[in-house]
């Protein structure tokens, strides 16, 4: 990419970046309204009511049969079905903390401790915090945990980063490890809340989530080793944790990777912001159910509060919308999201250091060229 000579005139008046977010904010206000007089926004308590009653009802069926069922390697069945009920019910907290349920926010937080907490065991006020920061600011380089993972490199410079001899090594191959390193996605979202909840930290209803986290986890694991033989208790817990991980991370992971990132310099208007660094995944119903919503993720993060089974009915409207305002929509094939996020990675790990084309930077740069 060329930079800019400092000999280019500053153009009188407001500069232009600052008009591009002005008219970025007057073309999410229209767009809003839109979706408000369509009444998507609209509360679906018959919807939502059904979910947290019928997914709770699965996950109390499923550990009813699994202490029926008892010591044998049968079990593993009930470990994967537990797995697909898990992220289910994680699902739904993420809707819940999103403010999709109930218009009351207490109500919304308290399903979000039930389901994350007291079911899956993961803390909600862990995920809160960092999922807030994620939808602020996706894609954006040291602003977005997202795309700072401890292992998987996605820009240049977590690459370049001293990793020693094998660290270098496995950064040369990491496209070939990303989707078997998800099967360990599931320990690490319970001790990351773990950890969460016992640091320092400001954090609402500590003392409830430690309980809840306590009472699942523990709960969990004594109930395992009481009806299972060590170690069939053992494959039991590895198969169900890494199915559980290896899920989420299926469904999160075509949302945004190998999407462009934003440079820490720059700055969007939240219409651009939100869809540029998204991509929504194609499918039909079975997708929707699957991926738990998730695979609608330009509307999702334009409306977060928008109840899931609104996002299938508001993508044609949003979509039909950026086309008239020229802003970039992309939709995918679930599998070929797979094939954009495996190739973007190993791009990167490969040392290519501009491993993605960037047309936000261009765009800008020819803004300011042509003002």
Avoid at 55 to 63: D, N
Avoid at 107 to 132: E, F, P
Avoid at 276 to 297: E, F, K, P, T, W
Wanted: charged share 20%; with cysteine; glycine share 8%.
């Amino acid at each position: 990419m060329s930079d800019i000579r400092p000999t280019v005139p500053r153009p009188s008046g407001p500069r232009p970046e600052r008009r591009a977010a002005a008219s970025g904010v007057t073309e999410f206000t229209e767009l809003a309204q839109r979706i408000r007089q369509s009444g998507l926004l609209r509360r679906r308590y018959g919807y939502y009511w059904t979910k947290l009653i019928a997914l709770p009802a699965v996950l109390a069926a499923g550990l009813v049969a699994f202490a029926l069922i008892g010591d044998t390697w049968w079990q593993l069945f009930i470990a994967a079905a537990l797995a697909i009920v898990f992220t289910q019910i994680a699902m739904l907290g993420h809707d819940a903390a999103h403010r999709q349920i109930f218009v009351s926010g207490r109500w919304n937080d308290w399903i979000s401790l039930i389901l994350g907490d007291l079911l899956v065991g993961m803390s909600y006020g862990w995920w809160q915090h960092k999922h807030t920061r994620h939808h602020a600011n996706p894609n954006k380089d040291g602003a977005d945990p997202d795309i700072e993972l401890p292992v998987i490199a996605l820009t240049a410079e977590q690459r370049d980063a001293p990793r020693g001899r094998i660290g270098g090594w496995f950064r040369g191959h990491q496209g070939l490890f990303f989707f078997p390193i998800l099967l360990l996605e599931g320990v690490s979202l319970h001790a990351s809340g773990v950890r969460r909840v016992l640091v320092r930290e400001r954090l609402r209803r500590r003392w409830v989530e430690i309980a809840f986290l306590t009472v699942r986890i523990v709960g969990y694991l004594v109930l395992v080793f009481l009806v299972l033989s060590p170690g069939i208790a053992a494959v039991f817990l590895v198969v169900q944790l890494g199915l559980f991980g290896f899920y989420m991370g299926m469904a999160f992971a075509p949302n945004h990777k190998g999407m462009p990132i934003v440079p820490r310099e720059m700055t969007l208007d939240f219409l651009r912001r939100q869809v540029m660094m998204s991509r929504n995944i194609r499918g039909g119903r079975i997708i929707d159910v699957a991926m738990g919503g998730l695979n609608y993720q330009i509307e999702h993060h334009l409306f977060p509060s928008m109840p899931r089974p609104h996002l299938r009915k508001a993508a044609p409207i949003i979509a039909a919308y950026c086309r008239e305002r020229g802003v970039p929509y992309t939709q995918v094939g679930l599998w070929t999201s797979y094939a954009i996020v495996v190739r973007y990675i190993n791009r990167v790990g490969l040392g290519e250091r501009d491993a993605f084309a960037c047309p936000l930077v261009e765009q800008r740069r020819m803004l300011t060229l042509q003002s």
